[in-house]
């Protein structure tokens, strides 16, 4: 079985940083619900796709991964099966992976497997690999994160608390003291830890995403407009979410009746107002821990305030909102969308000598 170890994490004698460790992983994973990114030591990121695997009905073998598992799946016909595929009988899709864990292990193990492939990555054993995972995972969700990378060959996993993989992209030196809030928000949930000398001094997750601001938006002007948006649409709506005054959005979707393309004016106070709820619930929980923390903690992170990675920083008001529950100035990561991943490189670069595979 594939052993496991935990980094960055609060539990018991793991709160620290194992860099040794880190450094000599060959690869790193973020697993998301959304999206599935790989990195390695000495590449960078070498895939970043949507976390989606079309499967042969038959066969039970892979026939399209990514964005082409997603097309696929857009393809479905009224009955809710897939079309066949380059001659091949009918397949289905898959999304294996939810809240950062492998829900799915031996799909997720092919997802991985056929995103290496198609980074030229054909090794077949991989000794150690580094994948960030969710604030105080549980050891079910370890379990199935092992499970899904033995197909891999991989003897050992080295988990990476999510909050401290993002920090890691660029704001969080490892041998400083002063403590960082870091924020992600991703699609499933958002979580929030305070991170001082390499550890997770306190955190916690919520399950409330950008999933859950995509149904707000979709119920909305399905109800209100009889409109209906896929997620690629709903997505580009996220930096225009601010509630400014007298604006309004185009928006070109589907006819819920008619089943037709139309265009819709759009109040984007509306669209603002539609969303308030799961905003609300992601500020809060940052507000608990930081609520939890002590007069010298909350002194540092005045100054240094909370960094935002994730989908959900593209999401106009999250930040601000985020700022008024905690009273801490809030702003995101440089790459918001990439943190987790870069940080996970960073952390599994080598700083010298020769490295284990």
């Not at 649409?233 to 007298?246: D, E, I, Q």
């Not at 608990?288 to 593209?314: C, K, M, P």
Request: hydrophobic residues 45%; contains cysteine; charged residues 20%.
């Amino acid at each position: 079985m594939t052993a496991t170890r935990e980094v960055g994490l609060t539990a018991g004698p793991w709160a620290r940083t194992d860099l040794t460790a880190l450094r000599s992983c060959s690869l790193g994973i973020e697993l998301g619900s959304d999206r599935t990114r790989i990195v390695s030591a000495r590449g960078g990121v070498i895939a970043d796709a949507p976390s989606a695997l079309a499967v042969d009905l038959r066969s039970g073998k892979p026939v399209a991964v990514g964005d082409a598992a997603v097309a696929l799946e857009r393809s479905r016909t009224a009955e809710g099966t897939l079309p066949g595929y380059r001659g091949r009988p009918q397949v289905t899709v898959v999304w294996p992976v939810g809240d950062g864990s492998a829900d799915n292990p031996a799909a997720v193990g092919l997802l991985l497997r056929a995103l290496l492939a198609k980074a030229g990555k054909r090794r077949s054993r991989w000794r150690r690999v580094a994948v960030a995972v969710p604030h105080r995972s549980s050891p079910l969700l370890m379990l199935g994160v092992g499970k899904a990378l033995e197909s891999l060959g991989v003897r050992e996993v080295v988990p990476v608390a999510t909050p401290f993989a993002a920090a890691c992209a660029g704001h969080l030196h490892l041998a400083d003291a002063h403590p960082v809030l870091s924020v992600v928000c991703g699609a499933s949930g958002i979580q929030a830890a305070v991170l001082s000398s390499g550890t997770v001094v306190d955190g916690d997750l919520a399950p409330t995403g950008t999933a859950a601001v995509d149904r707000a938006l979709a119920v909305y002007l399905l109800d209100t407009y009889g409109l209906h948006l896929g997620p690629r649409h709903l997505h580009t709506l996220y930096p225009h979410l601010s509630g400014s005054p007298a604006a309004t959005l185009t928006l070109r979707g589907w006819d819920a009746r008619n089943a037709t393309p139309r265009d819709q004016d759009v109040d984007v106070s509306e669209l603002a107002t539609a969303i308030a709820v799961p905003l609300d619930l992601m500020a809060d929980l940052v507000r608990q821990v930081v609520a939890r923390s002590s007069a010298e903690v909350l002194f540092d992170l005045t100054d240094r305030g909370a960094v935002l990675a994730g989908s959900g920083a593209a999401v106009a008001g999250l930040a601000e909102r985020i700022g008024a529950a905690t009273q801490l100035p809030t702003y995101p990561a440089p790459d918001p969308d990439l943190a987790v991943a870069l940080g996970i490189a960073n952390l599994i670069s080598p700083a010298s000598g020769k490295r284990r595979r």
